[in-house]
């Protein structure tokens, strides 16, 4: 990867007291990080350095021995592919976060995707275990789980797009980098993109004379153990280059099940990466990269909380949250697959590249849906998608003065689901006594297709050597069909609902079901429609010196329609509009300090329409979670983003968001009322963190490195409706991380302490209305926990 210097120099024209300004700054967040405990830390290391980041190569002094480490002296520059090119992230006019793969190494961080938005301003990423997260950037995501609803968050592995959500939980290991792009993406990046795009690059084979690697291992709290690793080097000559990672966490569980005494949320994750490049020519290389994952989890880990103490029935959950009380079986099985070949070919002036892949993803999984000893009811699914794309790219030389890019994107994905729900007889399986609902069952077969194809292309003119503009357009047009049928007893209607019901076979209820079908629920429904998109952007750029940039961004970003594939009553039948967003943003990025400090910012309006929202119908006799578009919303907010070398020892990282965001014309579907001024979910109005290393050299040529970060999350909603009730939304809080780690001459070896939320504060990061206005499910985070691991480099 290409290095590209990053030395500021002092500008005549820069006002000295601008100069004293920032410096007070850098002085502070160094002040705080020794007398706070809510300081944070981004490890960047001295010597074997942050290999995911190409860094620009420092001016070095001559050093004492005691002094061999301390040799950082700018923090370089940080090569990224935003815009489909290499270039420096600092030179890119879009808001943009970028985080090293050595930084997920050395923090223990990426065992699930969802944890990258925990390191970027305005953004979440909430998920149950390392399942499906919901991706929030700016208030733009979505939080249904239905297979075929991609997030508007797009996620991107290796430059192949995944469109199933709940494809997009994998552990994420073996890095050169994360780039999250905030704000609409339509251009470069594809459709569903109007919240931003998540791009994770792996680290790459190289023709290195001898086999390079690492290997980890990291044991915690309630048995928390993890093994990765990655090889790889040359395997023919010049010719032919390969790496292969792996990545393996085993948890026994934090939880105790009450009712049958059993350790409750273990879960195992593996995921296999195997890549072999292939430089075919001076002018034509290839990248082969193949994954394998298997996910399981087992035992519940979501309990009911109420406000009163009692649920129904007489029972009575308990309030400890380490403690869950489930009846029925709850666990996942999950396999997923990946290949694709990356192909570029030297035109000449002009570069070539082919991006082909595969991804499929299948899901079998039970549920104790009521959370519960109690047989209320519970669920069983199996799910499976498979997804075909194709890309083509054609650029020229990003340093003419007149540079472009074009390509073509085809994306096809067949979905096919069976689920099943019933509450069983009393005595049919183990349970709490006492509960007295009617028996019931219903199952859905789902045949989901998507196939598309776009167009796009981007422009960007030099106007002078100080201002520029970029000019892009995409041209989408999209068609998905499904068929729907849905089976049920007859529930509702007539004095003898729920009660004609009978299984052959209780131990696999939801394929033995011998009862009369009928009732509300049972519907057929099948629909077939075409959207077409056009979306674009423009942005400006002026170099005010050659450290201090401003620039504007306005870009249209459109998610595409769908259908609410898991309506439970034909009320819920309904086709959604795709939604459109207008983005207005204003940006500053510059350096400062002889390269010992950046400094971003930026400001935001977003002009949101046809919002695409997950609704809970209570209005209704039985509440049903359906799909609908809001008709007008708005997003206002700023970002800042500070990274300092305060000394050569000394490194932090900090960023603050601000957000407002508001349902301007919201009416919920089936007289669910107005609810106008509502906010978005999970978009709480402040967010902040801090995170740093402080590096302190050894005589003998190791080192010690003091770390830690700390989170601010203000008052965030976890559904559009309804928001008046405390138990469906999350104050605010600070989480906040610490540790300690020895590393020997060179980095070969390192051993690390650590200890995460470290005041074991106590937080929901998930929460799901109950059928009964007493209470409701609650996923709370994890409780303080400490652990150790050793890495060895090679």
Known sequence: MSRKSMLPTESASSPFRKRQLIIAVAAAFAGSLFISPTYAADEQTSQAGDTSITKAAPHKEKTTPAEAKDVESSLGSIVVTAQRREENAQEVPTAISVLGGEEFLQRGIGRSASEILNNVPNSSAGTIQNGRPRWWIRGVGAGQQQLDFPNPVGFYIDDVFISNASATGLPIFDLERVEVLRGPQGTLWGKNTTGGAINIVSKKPTFSENPEGYAKVDYGSFGDKVIQGAVGGTIVDERIAGRISFYNQDLDGRFTNQFNGKTSGGLEDSVIRGQLLFALTPDLDALLNVYHRKYKTDGNVGTVYTRTGEFRNGYRPSRDINHVSSNAEDSNDVTQNGISLNVNWQLGKLT??????????????????????????????????????????????????????????????????????????????????????????????????????????????????????????????????????????????????????????????????????????????????????????????????????????????????GFNTAATNPLALNTLKPEELNSYEIGYKSEWLNGRLNFNANAFYYDYSNVQVNVVGTNLAVPISYLQNVEKASVKGAEFEIEALPTNHLHLNANIGILKTEFEKFDVLNGGGNHDGNEFVRAPRWSAQIRGTYNIPLENGSRILLGADARYLGKQYFFVVPQDNDLLNQGAYTLVNARISYLTKNDRVEITGYVNNLFDKEYRYHALPASNASGNTVYWGNPRTIGASLTYRF
């Open 352 to 561: 070539l590249t082919s991006i082909t892949a595969y991804a499929d993803y299948k899901a079998n999984t039970f549920s104790d849906s009521d959370n519960t000893p109690l047989e209320i009811g519970r669920g069983y699914t199996d799910a499976k998608s498979k997804q075909w794309t194709q890309e083509f790219r054609l650029a020229s030389p990003r340093e003419d003065r007149w540079n472009w890019l074009t390509g073509f994107f085809y994306f096809k994905e067949d979905i096919d689901s069976f689920s099943a729900a019933a509450r069983l007889p009393n005595g049919a399986v183990p349970q709490l006594q006492g509960s007295s609902q009617a028996n019931t069952f219903n199952r859905t077969d789902l045949a989901h297709e998507t196939e598309s194809y776009a167009i796009f292309g981007s422009t960007t003119y030099n106007f002078t050597d100080k201002f520029d503009t970029t000019l892009g357009a995409r041209w989408t047009t999209e068609e998905k069909n499904y068929d729907l049928d849905r089976r049920s007893n007859a529930l509702l209607g007539g004095p003898n609902a729920g009660t004609d019901t009978s299984w052959s076979d209780y131990g696999a209820w939801w394929n033995s079901y011998t009862g009369a079908i009928g009732g509300t629920g049972t519907f057929v429904d099948a629909r077939d429609k075409r959207w077409n998109a056009f979306t674009y952007d423009i942005t400006p750029q002026y170099k005010i010196t050659e450290t201090d940039r401003i620039y504007f961004k306005f870009a249209r970003g459109i998610k595409s329609g």
